[in-house]
């Protein structure tokens, strides 16, 4: 793969097994940089790390120590930092890496917004967590990064709509274009309708969002879902992953390894 691959894909807080075919999985793919969402405090995420651990790629896992409490998990096959976003609602649910590239730093941030329900305890958790993602993270016009991960809220004109969505869901996507930064998937693919998560009736929702830097949006080499973890037979998790190419050259790979007999995915995306 030319230029640096970011891929986030739901892990769906897996068991042991499930968590070992994510990481065959996970471990071919051609991205060096995973953001992984849903995560725990369990036997399978533990495993997950521990695993991509001793292969040699470099990971961030903050285990959220909340029962029933879900987060993010950054696996890189490049040499990271911390990104300082400090944001401290939830903190779990962001996780932020700077990686060096032939342009400079470039800042990788992803996130898990938490779902929500009917209840008023709900919805206020979700809204204060995006009111502090938007005051914490910096404007997209100064800085190189791509912020990226399992979103829980829909583009203001979502095809199909559905009404329970409300406007301050509605307002954080919104965002983000406020702040200079250009949804990956909507610029090079402006009308099509792609879904990163199917209900049991059948209706498609587009969670999973990427949205980079304005620096870097004009070198955006692809940004494509990938529905091959939801639709396979042995269906890795309920959701779509989505990939998203970059044309900057990183500079500071580290050595890591694949399972046995493995080779690492061409990407046909891009």
């Known amino acids: ?14 068991g042991r097994e499930r968590a070992e075919r994510q990481f065959v999985y996970l471990a071919k793919r051609p991205e060096q940089v995973l ?8 036997v399978g995420c533990d495993l997950l790390a521990e695993r991509f651990t001793t292969a040699g790629y470099d990971v961030v896992f903050p285990r ?30 962001v996780v932020a890496v700077t990686v060096d590239t032939d342009r400079g730093p470039l800042d990788v941030i992803g996130l898990y917004v938490p779902s929500r329900n009917a209840t008023q305890t ?7 967590f995006l009111e502090e993602c938007r005051d914490k993270l910096s404007s997209g016009f100064e800085e190189a990064r791509v912020v ?56 498609g929702y587009r969670y999973e969002h ?18 091959e973890p939801r639709t396979v ?14 044309a900057v050259a990183p500079v500071t790979p580290v050595p890591t390894t694949t399972p046995a007999g493995a080779a690492i995915a061409t990407p046909s995306l891009f």
């Open 1 to 14: 793969m030319n230029g640096l691959g970011v891929l986030t894909f739901n892990l769906n807080n897996p």
């Open 35 to 42: 953001v992984l969402t849903e995560t725990a405090g369990s």
């Open 64 to 93: 959220p120590r909340e029962r029933g409490e879900r987060g993010v998990m950054v696996v890189s096959r490049l040499k990271t930092r911390p990104a300082l976003i400090g944001v401290d609602y939830l903190p779990h649910r």
């Open 122 to 128: 709900k919805i206020d958790r979700k809204v204060q």
């Open 148 to 203: 990226l991960g399992d979103f829980n809220v829909l583009e203001r004109h979502h095809k199909p709509g559905y009404r329970f969505f409300q406007p301050f869901e509605y307002e954080f996507y919104d965002w983000f274009a406020r702040a200079g930064y250009v949804d990956a998937f909507r610029s090079l693919h402006p009308d099509e309708a792609e879904y990163s998560w199917v209900g049991r009736t059948g209706d």
């Open 210 to 227: 990427a949205h980079v830097s304005t620096s870097l949006a004009s070198g955006l080499r692809g940004c494509a879902y990938v529905h």
């Open 233 to 246: 037979p042995q269906r890795l998790t309920d959701h779509s992953a989505l990939s998203v190419q970059l």
